[in-house]
């Protein structure tokens, strides 16, 4: 499970979470905070190979009618009550909240870490535990104890050290015996160059620590909160560098509504938690609009998804909130931000701290509430009145029952199995598979006299066939793997410009990688004075011919190339150039140059001297990175390249890597229109290349290191020949 860190940027909170010497014992007693499973969600397309009249539907939490459940009725909760982690107790009788409140920096009595128990999970008791006199009296009847935070539960471990607290803001490490005394701490921070708000939790999928902490990027032109990761398995030493993983996109912005506002989306903080197979995360999304951007604003929760915790998926428009803010005038009509998951039966159970107003409104008044929701039921796959079918991808590893997570209260579903060729397994039909209705989270799957799955088979899929009915997930054994479909043919255009010819006044050249299709070439300003093929010996990098852009009296000097406005999750753009100026120039462009660079545009430019940019740089998802300081104004041709690997961007100059960042991740890159080469597509010569380019490649596959070494030095046509 994960912590809660503060909201405020003045708020003091800690975190607690599991700590592991070494990696968990494979016998161990699961942890009390340990929600992972065999259960397959249908939150994504991870599993899905075929849809048919079926749709995805998001299913926001329901919040309790009797909230706030906990207030900070007691006179050291300084008006505030910030929830923090909530786990079952250890004999699952009930359940325990770790919380904390805060007041402003001039009252001396800043704030404490707060514990409270409770039978139900809806009414909560502030035991007296006599542990920490309260500043104001001396006395120790309070619920105040020493850490606070985020709680996983560890049994496996040394007793005097199986909990682990992370400072808020400090980013100090702790140990506890109990989860209330502390027993060690670190010297120095373990995680640096965050901001002051960070969610951690014990992985059980990788045996691994891992931390969401706020960082400042640059989105869009504008700074932005966003969410920064690194992981540890040795949490007392210093953690890895944060990389980026999620950062605001266009859609985020959809609510400004004047062009050019300041106002922003930012990203507040990430709340995950592993559970089932997989990994997910309430984001907490912050809109200001005050009149620097920065400050006042609501937050609300979202639900973001992943397969291995780095890269996240968002949901699909028009992204419902998973916890809204109240209605005006409600107790948390301000803020809202989720804080921990519980299961409890049938239903989650997600505890919140809830504000009355906005972001950096004071004072600040906060209390904890509580909203639940069907088990699995962040997300359903829905078929109306027309029958609907789902079908999986192939799947290995399948055994025992099936179960399912449905509600079929006013229709039906049924389930058949296919074989590796794709035909219905002898009894496993629809017609052998009793009707499932009414509604169950956990139902078994009977056809005719089976009840267990097909054996005997290398692989197999599911097909779901429903009508008016929601799928939520399903169980088919703890082995379960995914093998992927065959994949189509990736984006592969390649021109050497070997073949090209002038035709009726236009260029006229071939795709060299065309089992995708081939991607035409549009020129635009192709007279003597603008685009034109060259054929100069000394102007060519590889083969007879290059392209020349000139561009000194002809606007639009570029060429677009069809069918690349899908990219996908990964790519690759190369080019051998040689500028004839050495000025800060466009090599490929799907950007409209109004305004700052969209997430659904991208550029990758150049400066050979590294002066407005360092040398290389990538404008990928509205976030500019950049490689490492070159200069490479020489006159000569050079390699110039650009790898996306699902939100990791590295950067190759002659064939040699000379810089690496992250732009997040997670979703494919997908653009309003084509790349251009040269310059963008509806204004002139800002950021015009002018001189003479060969070699232009664009791939939807990640080239490795030594791929790009061979194709600078062997010519993009020699080397694929050769693969």
Known sequence: MSCYLSISKT??????????????????????????????????????????????????????????????????????????????????????????????????????????????????????????????????????????GCVAHTPWNDLESQYTTIAFGSYKVMSSPDGFKRERITKESVITGGGDVGRFH????????????????????LRRRSVGFSKSTTPFEPWPKLRLVLAPDDYDDRWVKEEGSIHRTHFYGLTPFS????????????????????????????????????????????????????????????????????????????????????????????????????KDGFASIDAGASEGKLTTKRLTGTNGPLHVNYNAKNGWLRVEFLDEDGQVIPGYGEEDCNFLRGESVDKKVIWSEKTELPADHASLRLRFIMQNASLYSFMAGDKLQVIEDPPQPILAALYTFEQADVEDKKIITTDHLSEDGIQSLTFYGTTSRGTKLNSEPENTAFGQNSVYFYAAFTPRCTIEIDGTSELGKQFTLAVMAKSADNRHARLFSSYDDLGACKTSELVFDCDPTGTAVAGLRLIGQGISVESKPLNF???????????????????????NAVGRDWVGGGAPVSMERNLFVGEDAKHG?????????DDILVLGRALTADEIKVLSQKGAEAFFAGN
Request: charged content about 25%; proline content about 6%; glycine content about 8%.
């Open 11 to 148: 708020v003091g909170c800690v975190l607690l979470t599991a700590f592991i010497w070494d990696s968990k014992p494979a016998t161990a007693a699961k942890s009390l905070s340990d929600l992972t499973g065999p259960w397959q969600l249908f939150v994504d397309d991870y599993l899905i190979s075929i849809k048919y009249k079926v749709a995805r539907k998001y299913h926001p939490f329901e919040k309790y009618a009797g909230n706030p459940i906990v207030m900070p009725d007691k006179p050291w909760e300084k008006n505030t009550a910030k929830c923090c982690m909530v786990l079952p107790n250890e004999e699952r009788t009930g359940f325990r909240m770790w919380y904390s409140c805060w007041a402003p920096k001039n009252d001396p009595d800043r704030g404490h870490a707060l514990y409270a128990i409770s039978k139900d999970g809806i009414t909560w008791e502030k035991p007296n535990l006599g542990l920490i006199p309260w500043k104001v009296n001396g006395s120790t009847e309070n619920n105040i104890i020493s850490v606070t």
């Open 202 to 221: 014990w992985d059980p999928h990788t045996n691994s620590y891992r931390g969401y902490v706020k960082v400042a990027r640059k989105v869009r032109g």
């Open 275 to 374: 559970y089932e197979t997989m990994y997910f995360g309430f984001l907490w999304i912050f809109r200001a609009h005050d009149d620097e951007g920065y400050f006042f604003g609501p937050i609300f929760t979202e639900l973001v998804t992943s397969r291995d915790g780095i890269h996240w998926r968002r949901q699909d428009p028009p992204r419902t909130p998973m916890i809204d803010i109240g209605a005006p005038g409600a107790w948390d009509d301000g803020m809202v931000a989720s804080a921990a998951l519980v299961v409890d039966g049938d239903r989650f159970l997600a505890y919140y701290t809830g504000y009355d107003d906005t972001h950096d409104i004071l004072p600040m008044h906060s209390s904890i509430g509580l909203a639940t929701l069907r």
């Open 633 to 655: 104004a020489d006159g000569k041709y050079h390699h110039l390249a650009v790898v996306y690997d699902d939100g990791e961007v590295t950067f190759y100059l002659d064939g």
């Open 685 to 693: 010569n800002e950021q015009q290349f002018r001189g003479y380019m």
